[in-house]
T-cell receptor, first 116, second 113 residues
């Protein structure tokens, strides 16, 4: 149980285009999902907290107009990187908090974004 | 600022030995801690967690110890196997109401056969 999926796993796009990444909790309901960003050989940095049916809470320094988050249901959150540039290239990982648990977060496999 | 950090960036052990990965945290208000394992190109995998009202918790081959006096967290892996080779992160929940996690910088565990 507690499986989180992400789609796509890898995406390459041209500079200036927008990319949407989906995060799904497959076998549980998640009131809260989190989006992280990870550069090579570095730790995970929290970008935003996404709550079902409400606006996302962004961490300081994260542009909310550039990283659009939508949490339409208890099993799906999406992150859209708008007008992507090479510096947005990174590994994006989502996690979902189990509704019935204390604070266990289960992570997706990540999405490797490369902007040319 | 406050952070979750690690003493050792890389730990190399022989197969079959026990491994100990350490983590220091500075936020005394943190109430929940988790250890994650991350293999290359994959998302973090939950290993074990502990609440601040505990000082020890055991799982299968893993034990987490929490010392709130010195703000120290450790992960012990018994009989380390090649499959344990990965980067290990400690994470803390600093904001109980929000449930967001703050990750440490990570320790790479290399298991020599």
């Amino acid at each position: 149980g507690a499986v989180v999926s992400q789609h796509p796993s890898r995406v390459i796009c041209k500079s200036g285009t927008s990319v949407k990444i989906e995060c799904r909790s497959l076998d549980f309901q998640a009131t809260t999902m989190f989006w992280y960003r990870q550069f090579p050989k570095q730790s995970l940095m929290l970008m935003a907290t996404s709550n079902e049916g409400s606006k996302a809470t962004y961490e300081q320094g994260v542009e909310k107009d550039k990283f659009l988050i939508n949490h339409a249901s208890l099993t799906l959150s999406t992150l859209t990187v708008t007008s992507a540039h090479p510096e947005d290239s990174s590994f994006y990982i989502c996690s979902a908090r189990w509704l019935a648990g204390y604070n266990e977060q289960f992570f997706g496999p990540g999405t490797r974004l490369t902007v040319l | 600022g406050e952070s979750v950090g690690l003493h050792l960036p890389t730990l190399s052990v022989q197969e079959g030995d026990n491994s100990i990965i350490n983590c220091a945290y500075s936020n005394s208000a943190s109430d929940y801690f988790i250890w994650y394992k991350q293999e290359s190109g994959k998302g973090p995998q939950f290993i074990i967690d502990i609440r601040s009202n505990m000082d020890k918790r055991q799982g299968q081959r893993v034990t987490v110890l929490l010392n709130k006096t010195v703000k120290h967290l450790s992960l012990q892996i018994a009989a380390t196997q090649p499959g344990d080779s990965a980067v290990y992160f400690c994470a803390e929940n600093r904001s109980p109401g929000r449930r967001a996690l703050t990750f440490g910088s990570g320790t790479r565990l290399q298991v020599q056969p």
